[in-house]
């Protein structure tokens, strides 16, 4: 997520069947020269040298994190070993998380609610603003459904657990809907994009780049977009396990800090990211160009702010029966690694 041209639908699901929970080409990268961090609040007296610490990272094409060290130039930086695996989406993710086989890795708003829900042991390391837009409700063109509030009785796709579940939860809220009011169709992103061409559903919540993607080459119509209704954060989410490890925990630090330099290159270099993210995702620059645009984020500590907005989508979630308890996510987020933001 580089292949030849075939069609739009075979490369993705090539690449989801390819990537999902599998390690990456280059499953590890050769840390930079032997280098020691301090865990956070730990003194200087218990450094740890990096060169011996392996970071399993979790990653997605919607975040494209060693995507975009690549093309920062800052994944060789890293003074620790690196062994990625890809993913679809966040909650399978998450999931392998909980199950210790991954450390950390980005994911939308939704995700960590989900997990934090079902009791998993993760918590949130480090957050993103994005423009709220990313995720959007996509009909087909000749679809003719204008308004969300025509989706009644409609098949939407979308991803249980997702940042576009969160979407479709509060566009059909506004619209004086519940998700009983339209069939929900569990599918991931590969998997929706078939449907959705082939006219299995009748629209599709989903992020960048596959609104940008169907947009462009199938002419598909946005209904809407999340930015009046949805979460402006994206989080990079860690095991619990990982956090309380002080080697782990030392080269999270350092991933974040640089994680987050490489967005901020991506943000003021659009042009270049859209280019290496889609030779990373096999998608053209009409497509990456409007994608990497939309989906710029900015680095931001953890507050109260974003503890209170992911409070509210847990208060929504459970409020609509799509999670089991109606968990404090307070004690699922950590600001610990703030320092890797501000500095201090």
């Not at 580089?2 to 599998?22: E, H, T, W």
């Amino acid at each position: 997520m580089n292949m030849p041209r075939i069609s739009a639908v075979a490369v993705l699901a090539a690449v989801a069947l390819a990537a999902a929970g599998c390690s990456s080409a280059g499953s590890s990268s050769s840390p930079a020269p032997a280098a020691s961090s301090a865990a956070p609040g730990a003194s200087s007296s218990s450094a740890v040298n990096l060169s011996s610490v392996t970071l399993d990272i979790g990653d997605q094409k919607g975040t494209g994190a060693e995507a975009v060290l690549t093309a920062a130039g800052l994944l060789g930086s890293l003074p620790f070993h690196v062994s990625w695996s890809d993913f679809t989406s966040g909650p399978p993710m998450l999931e392998a998380m909980a199950s210790g086989s991954v450390d950390i890795g980005g994911v939308g708003d939704a995700p960590p609610v989900f997990a934090a829900s079902g009791g998993e042991a993760v918590e949130i390391v480090g957050a993103r603003q994005t423009n709220g837009d990313q995720d959007a409700v996509v009909v087909p063109k000749n679809s003719l459904i204008t308004s969300i509030t025509q989706l009644k009785g409609k098949k939407i796709a979308y991803g249980a657990g997702s940042s576009a579940n969160y979407d479709l939860l509060t566009v059909l809220t506004k619209a004086g809907l519940t998700t009983k009011d339209v069939t929900l169709v569990n599918l991931q992103p590969a998997e929706a994009l078939a449907a959705f061409t082939s006219g299995s559903v009748d629209a599709w919540d989903i992020w960048p780049p596959y609104v940008q993607q169907v947009v462009a080459q199938d002419n598909a119509r946005v209904l809407a977009t999340g930015g009046a209704y949805g979460s402006p954060y994206s989080f990079e989410v860690a095991a619990k396990a990982a956090v309380a490890n002080p080697g782990k925990a030392a080269a999270i630090k350092v991933y974040l800090q640089t994680l987050d330099k490489a967005y901020v290159w991506a943000a003021t270099h659009p042009d270049a990211w859209a280019a290496a993210w889609g030779k990373a995702a096999g998608l053209p620059a009409s497509v990456m160009d409007v994608a990497a645009k939309i989906d710029a984020n900015t680095p931001i500590p953890i507050t109260s702010a974003i503890t209170s907005s992911e409070q509210n989508l847990v208060n929504q979630f459970y409020s609509a029966g799509l999670i089991p308890s109606k968990v404090n996510i307070s004690s699922y987020l950590t600001t610990e690694f703030n320092s890797t933001v501000t500095g201090s």
